[in-house]
């Protein structure tokens, strides 16, 4: 059974810091991998999508990476500023040749990035 | 271009009664479905459609039902509100059930129940 985990929950870092979120799944057979921004209040944002195939993509300061030989993606936000201060969720969607339809999700990290 | 469509955003009431969650979408995608999220739970999957007339349930359907009877619509009704389905709701959609394209979220309904 595929499981997500995203470690630590909440991060604290300054503004300007590079820093790397981190999620984990236990299980490699995957069709993508979706990183979500989430504010206070408001629904879930699209950031990155990773496809089983790729193993980085990139948007701006955004760069997320697949490694799915050890079950991990990270996402790693350059020059960090307050505006990045959300919750970063990632979701692994099942390979199509299974009874599994649904994205398995982890439970997110808080980020605070303090002027 | 609107997305995600949800209404209303906020809403109270009163164990037993009913009510429906309208969800839009105008990109013409396939796929829809319903989420709740709560804390330390993360989202979970109630409902969700891959296209008109086809529904099928999630992980936690007690107590909701859904149709779709058109491709822009997938409401959510509480058949008869209970306090443990306090929650906030999200409605999603992609083009596919399938795809790398990514999926697209709501702003969400805050549902109390008293």
């Known amino acids: 059974k595929q499981e997500v985990t995203q470690i630590p929950a909440a991060l604290s870092v300054p503004e300007g810091e590079n820093l790397v979120l981190n999620c984990s799944f236990t299980d490699s057979a995957i069709y993508n991998l979706q990183w979500f921004r989430q504010d206070p209040g408001k629904g879930l944002t699209s950031l990155l999508l990773?496809?089983?195939s790729q193993r980085e993509q990139t948007s701006g300061r955004l760069n997320a990476s697949l490694d799915k030989s050890s079950g991990r993606s990270t996402l790693y936000i350059a020059a960090s500023q307050p505006g990045d201060s959300a919750t970063y969720l990632c979701?692994?969607?099942?390979?199509?040749?299974?009874?599994?339809?649904?994205?398995?999700w982890g439970l997110g990290t808080s980020l605070a990035v303090n002027p | 271009n609107a997305g995600v469509t949800q209404t209303p955003k906020f809403q109270v009431l009163k164990t037993g009664q009913s009510m429906t969650l309208q969800c839009a979408q105008d990109?013409?995608?396939?796929?829809m479905s319903w989420y709740r999220q709560d804390p330390g739970m993360g989202l979970r999957l109630i409902h969700y459609?891959?296209?008109?007339?086809?529904?099928d349930q999630g992980e936690v359907p007690n107590g909701y039902n859904v149709s779709r009877s058109t491709t822009e619509d997938f409401p959510l009704r509480l058949l008869s509100a209970a306090p443990s389905q306090t929650s906030v709701y999200f409605c999603?959609?992609?083009?596919?059930?399938?795809?790398?394209?990514?999926?697209?979220f709501g702003d969400g309904t805050r549902l109390s129940i008293l």
């Open positions: 979701a692994v969607a099942p390979p199509t040749d299974g009874n599994n339809r649904k994205l398995i």
């Open positions: 999603a959609s992609r083009i596919r059930i399938y795809s790398n394209q990514p999926q697209h």
């Open positions: 459609s891959v296209g008109a007339g086809i529904t």
């Open positions: 990109m013409n995608h396939e796929y």
């Open positions: 990773i496809q089983s």
